[in-house]
């Protein structure tokens, strides 16, 4: 110990409120990401979206998943094939 202590800092507890940069979260409590299999053919479906929804609306401060690609044509296949036959892209 020196003759000088530094100020012990307290940290916040897991339920308190969490901001970074402009995002605000309600809490600390984090669901990490998980394949859930609820992508086929790559594409978002309402059952991908419910997944995530039910733990915010439990009270989860942030929702995260496990891989995102974003292409013109809304899939993420982009990787293996960047503009597939069987998904247009818009006009």
Known sequence: MT???PPRLKAPGPLA?????LLTRRNRAVKAATFAGL???GLMTDELID???RPAAGRVGMTT?????CAIYGGTHCVLDPK??????PA
């Open 3 to 5: 003759d000088i202590d």
């Open 17 to 21: 409120p969490a901001t970074s940069g």
């Open 39 to 41: 992508t086929p053919k």
């Open 51 to 53: 997944f995530h929804r």
């Open 65 to 69: 998943h496990d891989m995102c690609m």
């Open 84 to 89: 597939p036959a069987n998904h247009p892209v």
